[in-house]
């Protein structure tokens, strides 16, 4: 007879003995889970004397003595010494003469810590305090902006390799131009010497002149004519101009509406040649603006020569131009009075 052999059953294994030094991290890292930079402000808080204690009166030490003996910085101490300090007088945590080095007491939650503790030291300069206010004025941490602020490289590399990055970089330069005219001052003159910026401005501009064109026309209901005249727009010409103007409103933010521009004001152009040939009365005052108007400029020419010593630079040519347009303009005279004695209201 064969007999099975069973192994004798076992108890769980008990687990090993955690070592005290493993422990002490593990409580360590959930306090400060928990807490956050609470959990280290509370020593310093606890263990470094108030401003104007003297020694003598407090087991507490200086915070210079406090950071030789962590082996980092006294400014590193002191950043989390004022932190705490703004966090007692809004009532968040007692005050330094009410602790005792050892003392435990409630702390904050961890995420409550980055509204008072700057890990910069330029956030006590007037640049760092404007910076961390407008940090705060965005609904971000004060430490965040404060870093980027003091790592231009970093800031440009993000800019140079991320378009999201750029387009926020963008958006926030044209916020701070409308009140820095210094600023405005600066990239004005970067624009105008770069050549590829200076194109790209000339590009906008056209296209935003041409779509102000279109809006005048389409909001006011009045046309410019070739000659200058303002007159009343015929009503498919200004319907022409809304549809226009409503296709390039609806254009994406960062939709290029240059070629749109330049089509609306074309073909709107095109229109108001068309409306001032159609009505007959506009198309006589448009030629007679348009007379008057070459008049005046020839008019304007002629009436700044000056013949003071013309004896230095005369020459046969000039008198035979002269005498061509003197010709020119008896036949222009002559022209107008005969229209004149033929008009029938003359």
Not at 132 to 142: K, L, T, V
Request: with cysteine; hydrophobic share 40%; proline share 5%.
């Amino acid at each position: 007879m064969t007999v099975a052999l069973t192994p004798p059953e076992t108890s769980p294994a008990s687990p090993e003995p955690v070592s005290d030094l493993v422990a002490r991290d593990a409580r360590d890292f959930g306090a400060y889970a928990r807490t956050g930079g609470w959990a280290f402000g509370l020593k310093v808080a606890r263990s470094v004397r108030p401003g104007g204690q003297a020694a003598g009166e407090t087991p507490k030490v200086s915070a210079r003595e406090f950071a030789e003996l962590a082996g980092c910085s006294a400014e590193r101490v002191m950043r989390y010494y004022k932190a705490w300090d703004r966090a007692a007088d809004d009532g968040l945590v007692p005050h330094f003469e009410a602790l005792t080095p050892g003392e435990e007491v409630e702390l904050p939650d961890a995420d409550v810590w980055h509204a008072y503790y700057v890990s910069r030291s330029s956030a006590g300069s007037e640049r760092g305090t404007a910076i961390a206010e407008a940090a705060e004025a965005q609904g971000i941490r004060p430490t965040k902006a404060l870093e980027v602020a003091e790592n231009p490289t970093a800031l440009r590399a993000a800019i140079l390799a991320d378009p999201s990055t750029a387009r926020a970089a963008r958006q926030a330069l044209l916020d701070r131009l409308r009140e820095d005219p210094e600023l405005q001052s600066e990239l004005a003159r970067d624009v105008v010497r770069t050549d590829e910026l200076k194109k790209a401005v000339a590009g906008e501009s056209r296209a935003a002149d041409r779509i102000g064109y279109v809006r005048q026309i389409a909001e006011s209901g009045r046309i410019r004519t070739p000659a200058g005249q303002t007159v009343e727009a015929p009503a498919d010409l200004r319907q022409e101009a809304e549809r226009h103007l409503s296709l390039i409103d609806e254009l994406d933010e960062g939709e290029d509406a240059g070629e749109w521009a330049a089509e609306a004001y074309g073909t709107l152009k095109s229109l108001v040649v068309e409306a001032v040939e159609a009505d007959p009365g506009l198309r006589v005052q448009e030629r007679r603006t348009r007379f008057y108007s070459s008049l005046e400029k020839a008019t304007k020419v002629f009436e700044e020569l000056t013949f003071d010593d013309a004896g230095e630079f005369y020459e046969d040519d000039m008198v035979q131009r002269l005498e061509e347009l003197q010709r020119a303009v008896a036949v222009c005279i002559e022209s107008l009075r005969g229209a004149r004695e033929n008009h029938p209201l003359s």
